[in-house]
């Protein structure tokens, strides 16, 4: 079974780069978590591979942080990160 925990929102997408703005918020996200990013009108899961803040890279952003990521397709501000996570 798996579940789905929100654990961002899209604040900014910048197209030319493919790097989504995410507010972080409940738990942490760390490079190689795979997440849903779910909008109106598109879902995709992806793996995250990167992970900015203030142009630095890092392997975790704690929850309250905003960071870059890059992304596999085109997001929409207000589309929603979820944490997708197995339980047994």
Do not use: R, W
């Amino acid at each position: 079974m798996k579940m789905d925990i929100q654990i961002g929102k899209i604040t900014h997408y910048y197209d030319k780069i493919n790097v989504a703005v995410v507010d972080v918020i409940g738990q942490s996200l760390k490079v190689g978590d795979t997440v849903k990013i779910s909008g109106h009108d598109n879902e995709f899961t992806q793996k995250i591979t990167s992970l900015q803040v203030e142009h630095k890279q890092l392997d975790i952003v704690q929850p309250g942080e905003s960071c870059g990521m890059v992304v596999d397709q085109a997001v929409k501000e207000g589309d929603v990160l979820y944490l997708l996570t197995k339980k047994e």
